[in-house]
């Protein structure tokens, strides 16, 4: 009878610890562009921003700080955003670096992944983007994913048609 008390007990306090620690999650989450600002978890895992070719570079998702150093560091003057709008998380990061490049005076393009089955077909998009005005310009994924690896592969080879890495002779 005493271990059945004991259970009860516990399992009400597990299930009120598993509310309020959801709810914190929740609360995170929601104000995530704002606590990211002091403290970014991902920010060990975001790669360094890469020169790609003349006037082109890559890299993660860049906050408000890194489209700074960008615009006066290397002159970053358009953001390419591979992200998805169409996932609630990807939404709110596409309209904070919205009103980020707005606020700095850098154009902002987004090609949503979901609009293309592969990185293939992004790749006529973006060289079109990249040949319209000869800007620099910074392009990024949230993290390096393989479809910016890809495109980042095609891209740094001088815009090549086919993706291979040219011969070294």
Avoid at 62 to 81: F, H, M, S, W
């Amino acid at each position: 009878m005493n271990l059945l008390k004991n259970v009860k007990f516990y399992g009400i306090r597990l299930i009120l610890l598993s509310l309020f620690l959801s709810f914190y999650l929740i609360i995170l989450a929601a104000n995530a562009d704002r606590i990211e600002e002091y403290f970014d978890p991902f920010e060990r895992f975001k790669p360094a921003v890469t020169q790609l070719d003349e006037g082109l570079y890559n890299g993660g998702y860049p906050n408000e700080k890194v489209l700074r150093t960008l615009k006066t560091e290397k002159g970053v003057q358009r953001v390419i955003c591979l992200l998805d709008p169409h996932f609630p998380v990807s939404r709110e990061l596409v309209a904070n670096e919205q009103r980020n490049c707005e606020a700095l005076g850098i154009e902002f393009v987004l090609v949503a992944a979901h609009d293309f089955s592969r990185y293939r077909d992004m790749l006529p998009v973006i060289r079109e983007i990249l040949s319209e005005q000869k800007k620099v310009t910074y392009i990024h994924d949230y993290f390096m994913s393989r479809r910016l690896k890809n495109l980042s592969a095609a891209l740094s080879y001088g815009g090549r048609q086919n993706l291979e890495k040219p011969d070294r002779q």
